[in-house]
Nanobody, 123 residues
């Protein structure tokens, strides 16, 4: 059974860092595109970062230079390192997977989703 489980969220002050993890089971992430999305209260879900099977990455303009997505195929896990966090980064962060690279702009096209992990950044 395919399952994605996020962890690592929490509450931090502005300027702090968090590392999110997404552990996959039921399939191997080496053959999938992986992504992180987030949704703040009152806003639509937005793409944060994607990573292809070969390791090529893409980031939303709002997080470039601060966030880093990576994957460890041996552990079947994808990570999101978040540095220099801002209050506007607050939201529920979701891990997603798909057999094709649908990109940050097409959240509805991604096949599998985790339950989410909350990130709260205070000023």
């Amino acid at each position: 059974q395919v399952q994605l489980v996020e962890s690592g969220g929490g509450s931090v002050q502005a300027g702090g860092s968090l590392r999110l993890s997404c552990a996959a089971s039921g399939y191997t992430i080496s053959s999938y595109y992986m992504a992180w999305f987030r949704q703040a209260p009152g806003k639509e879900r937005e793409g944060v970062a994607t990573i292809a099977e070969g390791g090529m990455t893409d980031y939303a303009d709002s997080v470039k230079g601060r966030f880093t997505i990576s994957r460890d195929n041996a552990k079947n896990t994808v990570y999101l390192q978040m540095n220099s966090l801002k209050p506007e980064d607050t939201g529920m962060y979701y891990c997603a997977a798909a057999p094709y690279g649908y990109g940050l702009e097409n959240p509805n096209s991604w096949s599998f989703w985790g339950q989410g992990t909350q990130v709260t950044v205070s000023s």
